[in-house]
T-cell receptor
Framework: NAGVTQTPKFQVLKTGQSMTLQCAQD?????MSWYRQDPGMGLRLIHY???????DQGEVPNGYNVSRSTTEDFPLRLLSAAPSQTSVYFC????????????FGPGTRLTVT | DQQVKQNSPSLSVQEGRISILNCDYT??????FLWYKKYPAEGPTFLIS?????DKNEDGRFTVFLNKSAKHLSLHIVPSQPGDSAVYFC?????????????FGTGTRLQVTL
């Protein structure tokens, strides 16, 4: 049981480049979410999904895209990277929603130059 | 608009003593509160939670207290251990329709000294 996995662990992008952060869970959780953590800001919700085929915006969705074609996978796409997207990104999942225990991945540290 | 606030960025406590971490919120619609612990270079891990219909929840050395009238919750760790040194995030959830979102505070770095 691997829990929540994220790839890559580190990434450096140039402004304007696009990329996809991968997230997968093997716990058959319906709820998955993406957060970014910035110094002094805590964790902020980017997008979330309550099940395959259903996604919605969080607090800071601009510049990011998500899809949920399977229960297991929830990739986060950066459409055109900007320096303001330099952050640590965490994916999380839970059985029934964020009011219950969420399991977080180890994070992806992204730097945009 | 910071709906969940942790006003103490850091806290230092001696081993064996009580650690008290505080959290304030502004949205009275929050109905579930959680604490997460985070070590460097790792994802947060769930610690303890409390529903808005309760005022206390206990799990081993960890107790969370909720004061709804003051919109305040606190996490008590007794006794504190060196392994408790981490960043602690308070989070609040509001269920809207079929989905709910989690709002995090900015975190308090706890250092437990020998």
């Amino acid at each position: 049981n691997a829990g929540v996995t994220q790839t890559p662990k580190f990434q450096v992008l140039k402004t304007g480049q696009s990329m996809t952060l991968q997230c997968a869970q093997d716990m058959n959780h319906e709820y998955m979410s993406w957060y970014r953590q910035d110094p002094g800001m805590g964790l902020r919700l980017i997008h979330y999904s309550v099940g395959a085929g259903i996604t919605d915006q969080g607090e800071v969705p601009n510049g990011y895209n998500v899809s949920r074609s399977t229960t297991e996978d929830f990739p986060l796409r950066l459409l055109s990277a900007a320096p303001s997207q330099t952050s640590v990104y965490f994916c999380a999942s839970s059985y029934s929603g964020p009011a219950r225990q969420q399991y977080f991945g180890p994070g992806t540290r992204l730097t945009v130059t | 608009d910071q709906q969940v606030k942790q006003n103490s960025p850091s806290l230092s406590v001696q081993e064996g003593r009580i650690s008290i971490l505080n959290c304030d919120y502004t949205n009275s619609m929050f109905d579930y509160f959680l604490w997460y612990k985070k070590y460097p270079a790792e994802g947060p891990t769930f610690l303890i939670s409390i529903s808005s219909i309760k005022d206390k929840n206990e799990d081993g050395r960890f107790t969370v207290f909720l004061n709804k009238s003051a919109k305040h919750l606190s996490l008590h760790i007794v006794p504190s251990q060196p392994g408790d040194s981490a960043v602690y995030f308070c989070a609040a959830s509001r269920t809207t329709g079929t989905a709910s979102k989690l709002t995090f505070g900015t975190g308090t770095r706890l250092q437990v000294t020998l």
